[in-house]
Each structure stands twice: as structure tokens, then as C-alpha cells.
């Protein structure tokens, strides 16, 4: 199973931009589509973004489309989530998830279609 770091969480103040990083290490990551989550204390863990095994398709939530750009760089083994117009709404523990895929094209978006989890980096939007 593929194990997932995340780094690049902290704190900004609103409007502000901030990028997060997801390597992988263990297995082939290429063969993973790649997704990122987030959870406020209280609330369910919810979808944010995903991108193919390809890299050629992205999903996005509707409350950051349009702010937010998932990536990967599969030479690196290592999925982005650069995130601009940032809301004290996106305050978070924002989680890295992996889904091992035979279909390039397809985008997970639920919790249970992901196979491995990273443990989180804090994401701190001040007002």
C-alpha cells in the first residue's frame, strides 16, 4: 500500500494563497488517482479535489472551484493543492487520499473509494 506525507499547511489570512504537497512512497504512484480532503473540528471529513491517473481530469468541490488547483507530478511522485482567495470557511485539517485505479481517466470523489490516507497537515485561515 502506497503511504502518503503531506506538508505545506499553516497559517494565512483571507484572500491569501497557500499550497499544500502530498508525496507517496511504497508503491507505484502513477498506477493512483489522488485526491484531497478536508475536516473541521465537528464536522465530516468532505471531499475537496481529485485528479486521474492520468492527470488529464480533476474534479473539484463547489465550494472551492475556481480557487483551488489540484496537480501531480508523477516523475516526483507527489500531488499538489494550490489554494488562492483563501476563507476563514477553509479552515481545516486537509487530508491526502490514494485510489489505486486501472482506469486513467476515472476521478474518485468518495471517502470509500480511496485506498490509503495521509495524516493531515492544518490549514489555518484567519479574518
Known amino acids: 500500500q502506497v503511504q502518503l506525507v503531506e506538508s505545506g499547511g499553516g497559517l494565512v489570512v483571507a484572500g491569501g494563497s497557500l499550497g499544500l504537497s502530498c508525496a507517496a512512497f511504497?508503491?507505484?504512484?502513477?498506477?493512483?488517482?489522488m485526491g484531497w480532503f478536508r475536516q473541521a473540528p465537528g464536522l465530516e471529513r468532505d471531499f475537496v479535489a481529485a485528479?486521474?491517473?492520468?492527470?488529464?481530469?480533476?474534479v473539484y468541490a463547489k465550494s472551492v472551484k475556481g480557487r483551488f488547483t489540484i496537480s501531480r507530478d508523477n516523475t516526483r511522485n507527489t500531488v499538489y493543492l494550490q489554494m488562492t482567495s483563501l476563507k476563514p470557511d477553509d479552515t481545516a485539517v486537509y487530508y491526502c487520499?490514494?485510489?489505486?485505479?486501472?482506469?486513467?481517466?476515472?476521478?474518485?470523489?468518495?471517502?470509500?473509494?480511496?485506498?490509503?490516507w495521509g495524516q493531515g497537515t492544518q490549514v489555518t485561515v484567519s479574518s
Open positions: 487520499a490514494a485510489d489505486y485505479s486501472e482506469n486513467v481517466f476515472y476521478v474518485p470523489s468518495k471517502p470509500t473509494e480511496f485506498d490509503a
Open positions: 511504497g508503491r507505484t504512484f502513477k498506477n493512483y488517482a
Open positions: 485528479v486521474s491517473v492520468s492527470g488529464g481530469r480533476t
